[in-house]
């Protein structure tokens, strides 16, 4: 069984105008089936406004289905109770894109690793220190630098210290929103990098999502080709990267910096 299973997902958004409603709906999300296999790592690609990140957020529970569903290890979320979900979501965590926009500037980087660190049990306070410098030397980090707050820190060392709020929790699924095209070029080789060694050394299941096939064939060991809210094209990285089968995955290669 896969860990993850999307089958017909479908989102949809209602058009709008001055009046209200016109009757028509943009699909973002339509008709979407994945399978995710335990301690892989599945590249999603496609261009903006594709549906990735909506398909992503469905997938988080933090957008409701139109049509389908979506199965965890074998449970239904779409099933569940908002509080259930809550507790299951400690299993699924995200990377979003830009670390500038997803961490809380009030909060020091002590602050914000305690809290996601105690989220499935209460850390005793005498505890916490040890526990976050683990935790950022994990991810590459100084923990001299823990009392910190975001601003004082690089676009790199922000999506370390996203990532580290992410694995916190101790998730088996992590969806990893395009999280190095915020990032300068020398800096996003590491990021690949620290993400592919944690999925080993933690046995994460990933969902790598990116508008840059190239980096997703380095990443991933299944890739899913989406445009217009679908999937157009699945299979092994290095068959999908060699051999592409759909006239859009082949525009895609072309397209990518060599």
């Given at each position: 069984m896969a860990y993850l299973e999307v089958r017909e997902a479908s989102v949809l958004f209602p058009v709008r105008n001055t009046w209200g409603t016109t009757g028509e709906v943009v699909r973002?999300?339509?008709?979407?089936?994945?399978?995710?296999?335990?301690?892989?790592?599945?590249g999603l690609v496609g261009e903006s406004g594709c549906g990735k990140s909506t398909l992503s957020r469905a997938i988080m529970q933090l957008q409701p289905l139109t049509s389908g569903s979506i199965e965890l290890d074998g449970t239904n979320l779409s099933t569940l109770h908002p509080a259930e979900i809550r507790r299951r979501r400690l299993d699924f965590q995200m990377v979003f894109q830009d670390p500038y926009a997803?961490?809380?500037?009030?909060?020091?980087?002590?602050?914000?690793?305690v809290e996601a660190l105690s989220r499935r049990a209460p850390l005793p306070r005498h505890k916490r220190e040890s526990a976050v410098?683990?935790?950022?030397?994990?991810?590459?980090l100084?923990?001299?630098?823990?009392?910190?707050?975001?601003h004082e820190f690089s676009g790199g060392q922000r999506q370390r210290i996203a990532i580290a709020r992410a694995i916190a929790p101790r998730p088996a699924l992590?969806?990893?929103?395009?999280?190095?095209?915020?990032?300068?070029?020398?800096?996003?080789?590491?990021?690949?990098?620290?993400?592919?060694d944690l999925t080993r050394e933690l046995g994460l299941t990933m969902i790598f999502i990116?508008?840059?096939?190239?980096?997703?064939?380095y990443m991933a060991d299944n890739?899913?080709?989406?445009?217009?809210?679908?999937i157009v094209e699945y299979g092994s990285a290095d068959d999908v990267f060699r051999h592409p089968q759909h006239e859009y995955t082949r525009a895609l290669l072309a397209a990518a910096p060599r």
């Open positions: 973002a999300v339509d008709g979407v089936s994945l399978r995710v296999e335990r301690g892989s790592i599945l997803s961490l809380n500037p009030r909060f020091s980087i002590f602050s914000t690793l410098a683990e935790l950022m030397e994990r991810v590459g100084s923990p001299e630098h823990m009392y910190k707050y975001p992590l969806l990893a929103d395009e999280p190095v095209s915020a990032l300068d070029v020398s800096i996003q080789s590491q990021i690949l990098n620290l993400l592919t990116s508008h840059d096939l190239s980096v997703v064939h890739i899913a080709v989406m445009r217009r809210g679908r």
